[in-house]
T-cell receptor, first 118, second 117 residues
């Protein structure tokens, strides 16, 4: 099955700096890579995602890059703000399995605790 | 649009007792997922339904966990009997459920925090 590794487990940055979180996946059939933000005691919220036919996607201060050959993808947050402080999870799934009756479960990384300090 | 609803939000039980969680997905979402999130870890899929059929339950401890989605809408997840290691947040998620539809993202409910003592 799919295995997703995520680094670092904790990340502390100064407000205004950039933050980068990296993930690797094992299943070359995975084709959908979302990132979730989870604040303490709250539900995971989708912040950005990328499909395997795209190498990079950007949404304001957040960007995600995907290297299919190396099987890794990264989250980039620029101009960090205190409200960016949270746990971030990367995930991977194979959406095409839906067509063959299989599941498209998300396999999550272990999470990165991001702290943005004033 | 209304989000995924779950109840109860918190539950404390003793080991060997039973417990049930309820989930109401976003209207029109054919696919429903139950995830287990142990403290400090990412969510792990327990079971996935497509309408009222099970698509993936490979990681569901079937000797103690069961789930159903009788009418293809609401779902219940049951644990009987509970063990200490079942202490976790149980998250329900839903998606439209078709590769051709957009969005195909999974939307999570607020979760049920279970403490087994």
């Amino acid at each position: 099955g799919e295995n997703v590794e995520q680094h670092p487990s904790t990340l502390s940055v100064q407000e205004g700096d950039s933050a980068v979180i990296k993930c690797t996946y094992s299943d070359s059939a995975s084709n959908y890579f979302p990132w979730y933000k989870q604040e303490l005691g709250k539900r995971p919220q989708l912040i950005i995602d990328i499909r395997s036919n795209v190498g990079e996607k950007k949404d304001q201060r957040i960007a995600v890059t995907l290297n299919k050959t190396a099987k890794h993808f990264s989250l980039h947050i620029t101009e960090t703000q205190p409200e960016d402080s949270a746990v971030y999870f990367c995930a991977a799934s194979n959406r095409r399995r839906i067509l063959t009756g299989g599941g498209n479960k998300l396999t999550f990384g272990t999470g990165t605790q991001l702290k943005v300090e004033l | 649009e209304a989000g995924v609803a779950q109840s109860p939000r918190y539950k404390i039980i003793e080991k060997r007792q039973s417990v049930a969680f309820w989930c109401n997905p976003i209207s029109g979402h054919a696919t429903l997922y139950w995830y287990q999130q142990i403290l400090g870890q990412g969510p792990k899929l327990l079971i996935q339904f497509q309408n009222n059929g099970v698509v993936d339950d490979s990681q569901l401890p079937k000797d103690r966990f069961s789930a159903e989605r009788l009418k293809g809408v609401d779902s219940t997840l049951k644990i009987q009997p509970a063990k200490l290691e079942d202490s976790a947040v149980y998250l329900c998620a839903s998606s439209l459920g078709t590769i051709l539809a957009k969005p195909y993202e999974q939307y999570f409910g607020p979760g049920t925090r279970l403490t087994v003592t």
